[in-house]
């Protein structure tokens, strides 16, 4: 079917909508952009005028095909090398969408996206479409083909599963900048005590390396062991400088909600570290190093102006 003018602006006007949706559900905006172009060619393909609530369609065909997705995913999970970590948006990029409550900002920080992976296919879509976007049960239930009481009873074993998993916490952005240039100056410092007194007692360091670049299969956990690897990464070696191939730039941004650490090399991205900070300290931090993962964030990197590194490794 040939679209009009009017058809295909309403489907581009919904694009950013539907990629928020799927970076949620797959934690891959790589992935996200292919749901939403196959969204795209079976909006196409459809008798469109006979579409009475086009959003509604479209919601349900990019949800379908997430939920395909992440069956195949887990499985590809299961041989993943290393810890998984969702793919990092840096601050400014429109596939984070709404962030207009603690709700929607929390639905894409690095920590709900790695908890979602605990859920169900059904319990992710129900919890990013009612918790990130307010859908109402109704409309979840026929875009799930399901009761709305089930869709209800969905949403509240998946909002408990979240809210076992962590604790909520906001930090004010000025409050988070100065604790983050504190890391930086104890991290550099040579020393491990003064870290400690910066994480929270069950601290933990998660990095993704996908099997491409060296990462700890396992969490370094509690702030003492965290505390040591994090003296050890911020320490000039030679190791490190035959790892990185060049000059370490290190600057202070925003990711995925969270301060985060990005580092560069040659103005490549090599590394996005989220920070999760909480009333307590530090309670976690959440590296991608995969440069399968950090190919976006290197495009939206060369295209912003991010200022002055706050640190160099040589």
Known sequence: MVLTGNQIDLFEASIPRLKAIAYRLLGSA?????????????????????????????????TNLCLNQ????????????????PEPLLAGDPMLGPADTVE???????????????????????????????YPHRRIAEILDITEASGQQIFHRAKKHIADGRTRTEIDEAAARRIVD????????????PLVRLLTADAVAIGDGGGKVPARTRPFEGAVAVAKFMRSLFTPNQAARNLLGGTAEIHVSYANGLPALVVTVDGRVIGVMCLEITADGIAAFRNQANPDKLERATRQWAATDHGEPVLRIN
């Open 182 to 193: 504190e890391f930086l100056t104890a991290a550099t410092s040579g020393r491990t005590e």
């Open 70 to 85: 992440l069956t195949s995913a887990r499985a590809r999970r299961e041989t993943y090398v290393g810890q998984w970590l």
């Open 104 to 134: 929607q900002r929390e639905s894409v920080s690095f920590a709900v996206l790695a908890l979602m992976e605990r859920l169900s296919p059904n319990e992710r879509v129900v919890y990013v479409l009612r918790e990130a976007f307010g």
């Open 30 to 62: 790589s992935d996200a952009e292919d749901a939403v172009q196959d969204t795209f060619l079976r909006w196409q393909s459809a008798d469109v005028d006979r579409i009475e609530v086009p959003e509604a369609w479209l919601t349900k065909v990019l």
